[in-house]
C-alpha cells in the first residue's frame, strides 16, 4: 500500500476501528442479516459459508446472517431460514465463525419467531400464534391468541437457540422486532391484550423483556446481543417517540447491546417494498436522518441498513456521528469486496449497487450485474490470468453481456476489441433508464464502461460489425452479444402495432389514446403504459399474465402497482392480444381471455406490443461456417466452469451469449458472459 493510501485509511472514518463491548470490528461496515436462500436444510452449510467469507475476504468489518432464523417448531421457513431451534447447527456454526474469523472478520446472527407472520401450511404445520388474534395479509395467517404457556414456552426457545449462537463461536446475535414476535407484541396495531402483555408500553415490551433475560441466561453476560428495533412504524402503529420510548426500557434493563435500527412495518408488500426495504424507486439511504435523530435519543451503539448504496453515503453516516456501524447489505452483494478496494485506494473501482431488488428475488442473493453473487462454489469472484500467450477476442454488441464478456476477457489478459453499432455503449439497458424510478440502472452500464478502459480494451462505437468486418481482426475468439429485436411477426396485423422500443425511445410519437399489451411481464410494458399516461394519453395495460409485471420482484411489481395506480392507467389481467386490424382510423384489437378463451374486442388509436425480442444472429450465422465449433458452446464444459474443447479444425471460436441466444434478462446475459470469458 503506498503512503497516500495509508494517510487516507488513517483518516477515513469507515475505515477505524469500533468496540463493541469484548469485541473489536476492524472498520465500521457491515453486512445486515437476510435470508440468502443458499441453506441446506436450513443450515448454513458450503454454499452459504462461502457467500458470507467472501465479504470477509473482502474485509468486512462485521457480517451478519440468518435473517430470520428460527427459534422454534411453529415459526416455519416461509423465506428460506436457518433453523436455529435444533443442537444439529452447532457444528455448522462452529466451522462457519472459524473460516469468517480467519480474515479477521466477525460473525453475528439474527433470531426470531415470526409469529403470525408465518403459513399454517408450511413447515410443521403448527397454527401461528401471536399476541393477539390477527391475521397478516402478507403471509395470509390467522395468529392463535397465546396463552402463559405459549409464551414460556417461547422464551426458553430464544434462550436455547442464543446458547447454540454462543456454543457456535458466533460473536453475537440479534433479536427482530418489526412485525415479527416481539414487534408483535410492542404494536399497538397487533397486540389488543388487557393483560399484564397488553395496555401500556411497558406492559407490550414485557415479552421482549423477558426473552432478552433468558438469552443472557442463557448465553452469558460477555456474549453481544442487540436488537432489531423499528424507530417508526409510519402511518398508525408505534410512533418515533414509542420506539424512543422501546429502547429506553430495553436499556435500563441492561440486557441489550446495540440497536440495529429499521424504519417502517413489514407485513404488507407496499411496506415491505417501498418503507423497509427500499429498492431503485427510493432515494438513497430514505431513513438515515431518521435513524440519526433516534441514536440521539438512546446511549447504546446504533446500526442500521436501508438502500446505504455507495462510500459517500457511508462515510457521512459515520463522519456525522449517525451510526456506529453503517450497513452496506445490498451493496456487498454487488461487491463484497467493498473495504479491500476502499483500503486498496480503488474507490472509484466498487461496483455500485443499482437497487433493483433483483437480490430479493426467487433468486436471491443473485446480483443484477455481479453473476458471481451466491455463486461463490462454483464460479467465484476472482478472475484469474489466461495461462499462455494472450488470445484475440472479439466481442460484437455493446449491451450487458457484451460489455461483461469485453470486461472479463480482458482482466484475464486478452487483447480485446469490442463492437457496437450504436453511438454509445449500453443496449436496452439505455431505454429501460428512461422511466421515472429506473434511472439509477445507468451505473451497471458506467462501471464496465470505466472497466473497459482501465483493461485497455478497445471499444469501437458507432460500428456496425458484419462478418468480414470481425475476420478483418484476425480473432482467436468471437463472443456474439448483439441482442435482438422486437418480436412483433408472431401477432396477426403486427404492421399495424408499434414496438415499446419505438416509444421508450421516442422514435415513434405516441397517439391520442393507446393501449399497451404486455405479454413477458417484465420492464417495458409497465413503462411505455408509464410514459404515455405521463403526456396525458389514456392508457389501458393489458396482460397475459395473472398480475401486472408478474416476472419481476415482488418490489418492482409494487412500484410498477402503484405507478398504474398514481397516473390512472387501466389494468386488464388475464388476456392474449390474437388480431390487429384498420377498422376506420382506429384500431380494432382481439383478445381471448386466459381463463374462459372467450373472445372480446377493444379499440385504440395506437397499439403498443411487448412480447420480448427476436435474436439478431446474422453475423453469427455469418460466421459459424469458417468458425472452428461452427458456433457450438459445449455445455458440460461451460456448466463445469471448464474451457471450451478446442476443435482440431482450424477457425476461431465462436460463440453467442445473451439476447443473442433467447430473450431473457440483465442477469442472465451477464451470468452467460462470465461464466463463458472466465475459462478463455
Known sequence: MNDTNGDTNATDPLLGPFQLKNLTFKNRIMSTSHACGLHDGN?????????HEEKAKGGIGLTMFGGSSNVAPDSPSVFEQLDVADDRIIPHFQKFSERIHAHG????????????????????????????????????????????????????????AARRCMEGGLDGLETLTSAHLIGQ???????????????????????????????????????????????????????????????????????????????????????????????????????????????REVKLPVFHAARIADIPTARHAIREGLLDMVAMTRAHIADPHIVAKLMRGEEE???????????????????LHNAATGRETTIGHAIDKAGGPPRR???????????????VAGERGHDVVLFEAATELGG????????SWRRDLIGLVDWRRQELERLGVDVR????????????????????????????????????????????????????????????GRHPAPQAAELAAMQERP???????????????????????????????????????????????????????????????????????????????????????????????????????????????AGFELHRIGDAISSRNIPAAINDALRLCRTL
Not at 43 to 51: D, I, W
Not at 120 to 135: D, F, V
Open 105 to 160: 472478520a466477525k460473525l453475528m446472527i439474527q433470531i426470531t419467531h415470526l409469529g403470525r407472520r408465518g403459513d399454517a401450511n408450511a413447515g410443521n404445520w403448527l397454527p401461528q400464534i401471536g399476541p393477539s388474534l390477527s391475521r397478516e395479509t402478507l403471509h395470509r395467517a390467522f395468529a392463535k391468541e397465546m396463552d402463559r404457556h405459549d409464551i414460556d414456552r417461547v422464551v426458553k426457545a430464544y434462550g436455547q
Open 43 to 51: 443450515m448454513p452449510g458450503e454454499r452459504y459459508q462461502a457467500y
Open 393 to 407: 477476442v472479439v466481442v460484437v454488441g455493446g449491451g450487458p453481456a457484451g460489455m461483461e464478456a469485453a470486461r
Open 461 to 520: 462505437t458507432n460500428a456496425y460489425a458484419e462478418a468480414d468486418d470481425v475476420r478483418a481482426e484476425n480473432p482467436d475468439v468471437v463472443i456474439v452479444a448483439t441482442g435482438g429485436v422486437p418480436d412483433l411477426e408472431w401477432l396477426e396485423g403486427h404492421e399495424h402495432c408499434t414496438s415499446v422500443w419505438d416509444v421508450i425511445g421516442g422514435t415513434i410519437p405516441l397517439a391520442e389514446d393507446v393501449l399497451v399489451y404486455d405479454g413477458t
Open 349 to 367: 473501482r466498487i461496483r455500485p449497487c443499482v437497487g433493483a431488488t433483483h437480490c430479493m428475488s426467487a433468486q436471491r442473493p443473485k446480483c
Open 185 to 295: 407484541f410492542m404494536s399497538p396495531l397487533t397486540n389488543f391484550r388487557t393483560d399484564e402483555f397488553g395496555g401500556s408500553l411497558e406492559n407490550r415490551c414485557r415479552f421482549g423483556l423477558m426473552v432478552h433475560d433468558e438469552i443472557r441466561r442463557q448465553a452469558g453476560d460477555d456474549f453481544a446481543c442487540g436488537m432489531r428495533i423499528i424507530v417508526d412504524e409510519g402511518s398508525d402503529g408505534l410512533a418515533f417517540e414509542d420506539c424512543v420510548e422501546i429502547a429506553q426500557i430495553f436499556e435500563r434493563a441492561g440486557t441489550v447491546d446495540f440497536f440495529n435500527a429499521i424504519y417502517g412495518r413489514m407485513d404488507t408488500a407496499r411496506a415491505l417494498a417501498v418503507d423497509n426495504m427500499p429498492g431503485m424507486a427510493s432515494p438513497i439511504a430514505p431513513w438515515l436522518q431518521r435513524v440519526g435523530e433516534f441514536k
Open 428 to 435: 436496452q439497458v439505455l431505454l429501460a433508464t428512461r422511466a
Open 539 to 649: 392508457v389501458t395495460l393489458v396482460t397475459i399474465d395473472g398480475m401486472l409485471a408478474e416476472e419481476l420482484t415482488y418490489s418492482e411489481r409494487v412500484s410498477w402497482k402503484r405507478r398504474c395506480f398514481e397516473l390512472g392507467i387501466q389494468v386488464v389481467p388475464d388476456h392474449q392480444l390474437i388480431r390487429v386490424e384498420p377498422e376506420g382510423n382506429r384500431l380494432k384489437l382481439t383478445f381471448a381471455n386466459e381463463l374462459t378463451q372467450e373472445h372480446s374486442t377493444r379499440h385504440a388509436a395506437q397499439v403498443i406490443v411487448e412480447h420480448g425480442t427476436s435474436p439478431a444472429t446474422d453475423v453469427y450465422e455469418d460466421l459459424c461456417a469458417p468458425s472452428s465449433n461452427d458456433g457450438v458452446t459445449d455445455i458440460p464444459a461451460l456448466l463445469a466452469g471448464l474451457t471450451q474443447p478446442r476443435a482440431e479444425t
